[in-house]
């Protein structure tokens, strides 16, 4: 039996393995008679060897073993498997219990579980014309039978099961036949929805080679290899292929002439054939670390940026080359997000991609040109520009940044070019954020304006202005009064005067009495022609006497009267002195008050 | 007693002045996009007589999100009565009319007015009281100063001054006034979203139909009934369609 002794070698280091597990797991467990089917082992996280697949007693080995392996890190927590399968096809019907397959892990023997098939009487269309289902064949004799599953099938595999969203698969497409004449009159490959598939060139080789399986010698021819990129995640299933093949076959005669110097009759027979499904688990890129500048770029790339030149007019054209190079899904790159100056008007990129598909994946580059013009003169900085991609085999996010470029732009350009509507029409989406303080201060609808308080203030300096004006008036009038009244009664005040210096002389106090008198008059003319006492002198004394239509005469008399008294005051004199002066000033002002009128 | 009365009535213009609102909880809630709880949240705070322009402005944020268009437009305009310049009430005002199903032309002032009204604007209704009293009192004190004065040159330059403090006390009343008669201009909303306007205070006659959102001029009233113009036509219309921009 087959032994696989090196199964788990790898994966020593797993952080945290779970569920382990060995399961056998069957495509059908109804078959006919000679229909293929696939029965496979799965080995989970577990370090296996010396697998022992059970007698398939009842069935024939098709195809296999063949063997998948397949890891998994979600989280830091590892999960691996290993698959090995066969393609078996019953030979013969009724229920057929396949005995369980056996690993050795540690020092402890692990058994799968059984399996029991259903094998029904009749033969499946798909499977090559058998002539006679019930003539069982023998195994001594090949060419005798008609041709089964076993002689002529096509394989479709896959070097992972599990894989990225956006992650590259080789997928190939393999006829097995153990006659050597075959032609291909017909080959449907199905449509494969989800995902973008791209055949490798020049590795079709449909020329037979010789392999060796399941200890039998087979013509094995590449039809088709393919790289498949899943682009959503979820499971996804590669249909099976179908083809028509024309076989050219030895068919002995039982002529044994022709036989044996022809080897038998040549006979043509046409083989539909289909290939059993491919199912794969694809697995969503990861959301941790997600750079802001990825655009489901998976892979591993370079990039480079540069500018055809720094330095421009204004208006002229400046085109920004960004190329990426590298391997993974490059036609399905999108270009890196930039933020220009809004005084440049952007043009859409022109894209132009060169790749290759070969057998290990896509390679090649995309490059990215964008056209900008400047509209308005200045210095600008933009960038730097971001490109990121998730690569698959490390699992994690690179991130590729340019350098920042600054572009010179000489001359201003005229305001009205520069009508670039786009950004309004982008912010203009959605109404201005809401004013977040905590707290707000209430405002009064109550105002000062048009209260009473203004109205107030507002009459208030009339007001002021008009008091002002009457305590004037008030004061003046209150003042002229003060004064007539004062004129009018200046006679009577002299002569009540006059009488008390009568006094004086009377006895004989000569000096206080020339003063007194001296008063008298001055104090008389004071108040009646309203001379204020700082102002008299003679000259102030004589002009108003004759402004107030006294004679010259009366005039004069009236200063050499005050001259009189005032210089007897300092040189006294006689009584018979003091009583002249007296009549003489009684008479000045008896005649004043006859000739002035006030 | 008097002076009693005095400060009781000053502290109570102060106390309501400078009351706070706390807007916290419901910025919380529109911030983490529950606009409902948000608009409640605001609404209330309007319904207990809050008055502030950051209230009204957010509430019609908080309005439009939830798709009330109508409401968001009503405090819009309260906001921008109590702030006239803010540019993202202007901002937003004009975007939720471009979702209206009524066209109506925005008054705009261009020009002399246009420089009048961005100068009115630099001041709040008070600010321009006050700047009217203060160029009043300095007029007074001119032609005061020209009356007492005995010396015949500094009078003549205060008689120039009288009239060079005078006329600013004039026009800063008069932009006071301005922008008093905006702040209580009796305009409404059409909160409804389908509102016939009749030709009478009855339902005779229906000349035409507004839609919500719509900014009307109320004209005069009667009962339940409202006589109000929209643009060069008018008509009548029952008040309950409405919602008066005049903060209360």
């Known amino acids: 039996m087959i032994s696989i002794s090196l199964l788990m070698l790898l994966m020593a280091t797993a952080s945290r393995i779970v569920a382990q597990s060995f399961s056998c797991v069957v495509s059908k467990q109804e078959v006919a008679v000679g229909e293929r089917f696939k029965i496979s082992y799965r080995i989970e996280n577990m370090q296996a060897r010396d697998f022992r697949a059970p007698d398939f007693d009842g069935f024939s080995v098709v195809g296999g073993p063949m063997q998948s392996q397949n890891m998994t890190v979600v989280n830091g927590a590892m999960s691996q498997s290993t698959e090995i399968s066969y393609y078996l096809s019953a030979q013969r019907a009724g229920k057929i219990t396949i005995q369980p397959a056996s690993i050795v892990s540690g020092n402890r023997t692990v058994k799968s579980n059984s399996v029991e098939i259903d094998v029904g009487g009749t033969t499946m269309s798909n499977t090559p014309n058998t002539t006679s289902p019930s003539t069982q064949p023998t195994q001594s004799s090949n060419q005798q039978q008609t041709p089964t599953s076993r002689d002529i099938y096509i394989s479709a595999s896959a070097n992972r099961q599990s894989v990225f969203e956006g992650e590259q698969v080789q997928l190939t497409i393999q006829l097995y036949s153990i006659f050597n004449s075959v032609s291909l009159e017909e080959i449907k490959y199905p449509e494969l929805k989800g995902g973008w598939v791209q055949d490798v060139e020049d590795a ?31 499971s996804l299933i590669f249909d099976a292929v179908t083809a028509k093949v024309l076989v050219q076959r030895v068919v002995k005669t039982g002529n044994m002439w022709e036989d044996f110097f022809y080897g038998g009759q040549v006979k043509d027979e046409r083989i539909n054939l289909s290939s059993p499904k491919i199912s794969f688990k694809v697995l969503p890129l990861p959301e941790d670390n997600k750079p802001l500048s990825f655009r489901n770029a998976v892979g591993k790339y370079t990039m480079q940026a540069e500018l055809d030149k720094s330095e421009v007019e204004a208006n002229d054209a400046i085109s920004l080359k960004i190329s990426i190079v590298g391997d993974g899904n490059l036609m399905l790159l999108d270009k890196p997000v930039i933020d220009f100056p809004s005084s440049f008007e952007v043009f859409d990129p022109q894209v132009s991609d060169k790749y290759k598909v070969t057998s290990t994946g896509v390679t090649g580059k995309k490059i990215f040109e964008i056209l900008m013009v400047p509209r308005v003169g200045g210095s600008y900085s933009f960038g730097p520009v971001k490109f990121s991609f998730f690569d698959p085999k490390q699992k994690k996010y690179v991130e590729l940044v340019s350098d920042t470029f600054h572009i010179q732009v000489k001359g201003v350009a005229a305001t009205n070019q520069i009508s670039s509507g786009n950004d309004v029409l982008m912010t203009g989406s959605d109404i201005r954020y809401i004013d977040d303080r905590p707290l707000a201060k209430n405002q009064s609808t109550r105002f000062f304006f048009r209260s009473l308080l203004y109205f107030l203030f507002g009459v208030i300096p009339f007001i002021l202005i008009l008091m002002t004006f009457v305590f004037r008036k008030v004061l003046f009038m209150r003042q002229t009064d003060w004064e007539s009244i004062r004129t009018r009664k200046a006679n009577k005040v002299a002569v009540m005067r006059l009488k008390k210096t009568r006094k004086l002389l009377d006895e004989n106090k000569l000096d206080l009495y020339f003063e007194e008198i001296n008063k008298v008059l001055l104090t008389y003319l004071s108040d009646k022609f309203r001379i204020s006492f700082a102002e008299m002198n003679r000259d102030v004394i004589y002009d108003k006497l004759i402004q107030n239509t006294l004679s010259h005469e009366i005039s004069i008399r009236v200063i050499q009267v005050i001259d009189a008294s005032e210089f007897a005051r300092f040189a006294p004199s006689s009584i018979h002195a003091g009583t002249g002066l007296y009549d003489e000033v009684e008479n000045l002002i008896s005649s004043i008050e006859k000739n002035v009128n006030l | 007693m008097k002076k009693q009365l005095f400060i009781f009535v000053f502290f109570f213009y102060y106390s309501t002045t400078f009351a706070t609102i706390q807007l916290r909880p419901a910025n919380e809630a529109y911030s983490k996009g529950q606009f409902d709880e948000a608009l409640a949240l605001y609404q209330q ?99 005061l100063l020209t009356y007492l004065l005995h010396s015949f040159t500094l009078k003549k330059i205060l008689f120039v001054l009288v009239p060079f403090w005078f006329f600013p006390a004039i026009s800063s009343a008069l932009l006071a006034q301005w922008y008093y008669v905006d702040f209580y201009k009796n305009e409404a909303i059409v909160m409804n979203t389908e509102v016939p306007v009749f030709s009478s205070p009855d339902k005779s006659v229906v000349l035409f139909v507004l839609h919500y959102g719509t900014k009307i001029n109320i004209q005069k009233e009667k009962n339940e009934w409202l006589n109000i113009s929209f643009e060069d036509k008018s008509g009548w219309i029952e008040a309950t369609h409405l919602a008066r921009i005049s903060v209360p």
Do not use: C
């Open chain 1, 204 to 234: 079709v080789d449909t020329r037979f080679r010789q392999e060796v399986v399941n200890g039998k010698r087979i013509n094995v021819a590449t039809l088709r290899k393919s790289i498949l990129i899943p682009q959503r995640s979820g």
């Open chain 2, 45 to 143: 705070l309007a319904n207990e007589g809050q008055v502030s322009w950051v209230l009204y402005y957010n509430l019609a944020n908080a309005a439009f999100k939830t798709g009330n268009y109508a409401l968001a437009v009503l405090n819009y305009e309260r906001a921008a009565r109590l702030n006239p310049t803010h540019p993202d009430i202007r901002y937003n005002l004009s975007l939720v009319r471009n979702q209206l199903p009524d066209k109506q032309t925005v008054l705009t002032y261009t020009g002399v007015t246009g420089f009048l009204f961005y100068l009115r604007n630099l001041l709040t209704i008070d600010q321009w009281a006050w700047l009217s009293i203060m160029f009043l009192f300095m007029s007074f004190v001119s032609f």
